[in-house]
């Protein structure tokens, strides 16, 4: 019983942050089937930001913010999709396979193009920035990398 109103309170708790990506046209990848099917189905063609979304502190306060402001970019990824690390644990960590040669991190953002990681925005490089220099490291990368 205590453990079903943990969950709830939880669900309740994040869905504001899942909010934040899906109102951008972010597609939820649920299960490591659904991640699958994104990222070698029409994710895999052009570009696709996977935004590993998280409730973990300043970080990701700021990550979505971030990603929402450089999605303004004249370039910008063909799909967009997102898991939620923490929450849909065997799908964070089927996307993160994607990741090659990055260790897990969450908030993270990756850029794929044609299936394979262009550039990867790890926790680290997302803590003690601005929005303006998070959303600088994106936009660069959607001009370099995206049509």
Known sequence: MAQNFYIQQMQMM??????ELTRLGFEELLTPEDVVQALEGKGSKGTALVVVNSVCGCAAGLARP?????LQNEKKPDHLFTVFA???K???AKAREYFEGYP???PSFALM????I??????HEIEDRT???ISANLTSAYDKYCG
Do not use: I
């Not at 994040?14 to 909010?19: A, F, H, L, N, T």
């Not at 971030?66 to 450089?70: G, I, P, Y």
């Not at 262009?118 to 926790?123: G, L, N, S, W």
């Open 14 to 19: 994040v869905q504001p942050m899942r909010d």
């Open 66 to 70: 971030a990603v929402a402001h450089s």
């Open 86 to 88: 923490g929450q849909e």
């Open 90 to 92: 065997e799908a964070t």
């Open 104 to 106: 897990p991190s969450s």
């Open 113 to 116: 193009k044609d299936g394979k």
């Open 118 to 123: 262009v550039h990867m925005v790890q926790r």
């Open 131 to 133: 929005l303006e220099e």
